[in-house]
């Protein structure tokens, strides 16, 4: 029979449990595996099949998840086979109800968390990437990953109290409550009365927790951490007038599994040197690349196969400025980054406007030159150039 009665589950009930229990557990095991597995050249597309694997299962667990759901509101449910025990009867309801909204928000907030991010493991399927109305934002991403991490703990609890009580159904009292879910037979009295509307509102309850949680704590914490002390100012000698920088962003944009993922570098300075009306300068510009944030890549770039932060934890560019015509620019000169020395030309536009200049400019490098993500051949995982942006606006001294 496809549909409940009264004291049993139909075909369609018990096949949205089973497919979405074994679906969970799968999905918990990869997602325990990739949380453990080192981010290397050597792992990198075990990871991303995995992860991509990780995905796909998660929006199929929502999907069925819906439909579960649906499915439910037009069917009678069986009654509990114990009525009498109320606080037994009241703690399987609200797992139950846990466990529904773990099916629903787990899944969510892993595709709001893909969503907000680019460029690593993609879902497994021709209907997009993206969510409507989800930017791709860092800050996003982080507080979605914070309630995917805490659903997680969450289902584990949850999960293990329900199969202990199915274990105590099926082998202490072997009251049919197991077999009601995994064969359609009938247990329970007829007519025997529900929980009450008690175990939905304390399941509801800390459920709006969990999703409030990351809301405070999490970014509270991510935003100490990209509002480290500024970088001391780098002293520049020269006879030409010397501008100060009042406010600026460094960015730098590579791809990785064929997506564009942008980061940006928290502390950074610029010693400036600069006449008007030659056009001619020179520029110190002091980066902390310990301040670096990639998205969801960011400890991997910090690491050792690229710009190995604890080794190198600054990158310093020095060039001479040349006007080429009208706000056009260039500075042609050398960025030594990891312990590597390499030619680099910064082309930008400067427009002044009495003592304050306004100037964006941009370069591309080539992360091979630097001997970074040597390991990654081929620009399968992670391309070979990287294409960094400033802008800035400086105040004449």
Request: aromatic share 8%; charged share 15%; no cysteine.
């Amino acid at each position: 029979m496809l549909t409940n009665t009264a004291t049993r589950y139909g075909a369609a009930a018990r096949f949205f449990h089973w497919s979405i229990a074994l679906l969970i557990l799968a999905d918990l095991a990869l997602g325990l595996i990739g949380e453990n597995t080192p981010r290397t050249a050597e792992t990198a597309d075990r990871l991303q099949t995995l992860y991509s694997v990780h995905k796909t299962i998660g929006v199929t667990v929502l999907g069925l998840a819906v439909m579960r759901i649906l499915w439910a509101f037009t069917q009678t449910k069986p009654v509990p086979v114990h009525p009498e025990r109320k606080a037994e009867t009241m703690l399987a309801e609200v797992i139950h109800w846990m466990l529904y909204g773990a099916i629903l928000i787990m899944p969510l907030s892993g595709w709001v968390m893909h969503s907000a991010e680019a460029g690593f493991a993609p879902i497994l399927w021709p209907f997009g990437q993206d969510l409507p109305f989800v930017p791709k934002s860092e800050d996003v991403a982080h507080m979605a990953g914070a309630v995917h991490g805490l659903s997680a703990w969450v289902i584990f609890v949850t999960v293990a109290l329900h199969i202990l009580g199915a274990l105590k159904h099926a082998v202490i009292e072997k009251d049919g409550v197991l077999s009601r879910m995994l064969r359609g037979t009938e247990a329970g009295v007829e007519g025997a009365s529900h929980a009450s509307a008690l175990p939905p509102a304390l399941a509801a309850m800390l459920w709006i927790a969990v999703v409030a949680f990351p809301f405070v704590v999490p970014l509270e914490q991510h935003e100490e951490v990209a509002s480290a002390a500024p970088m001391e100012q780098a002293e520049i000698t020269s006879e030409l007038p010397v501008w100060e920088v009042e406010q600026g962003g460094l960015t730098i944009t590579v791809t990785q599994m064929g997506a564009p993922v942008e980061g940006s570098f928290a502390n950074w300075t610029a010693a400036i040197a600069y006449n008007d009306e030659s056009g001619t300068g020179e520029v110190t510009v002091t980066i902390d690349t310990t301040s670096l944030s990639l998205g969801s890549v960011t400890q991997q770039a910090q690491g050792p196969e690229f710009f190995d932060t604890e080794t190198y934890a600054t990158a310093t560019f020095t060039g001479e400025i040349t006007r080429l015509e009208g706000t056009a620019h260039e500075a042609v000169g050398t960025l030594t980054l990891v312990g590597q020395t390499v030619p680099v030309t910064l082309a930008f536009d400067l427009t002044l406007d009495g003592d304050r200049a306004t100037m964006s400019g941009t370069t591309a490098l080539d992360r091979r030159d630097f001997g970074m993500g040597a390991g990654y051949e081929d620009e399968g995982t992670v391309g070979f150039g990287v294409a960094v942006a400033t802008e800035l606006t400086a105040v004449r001294q």
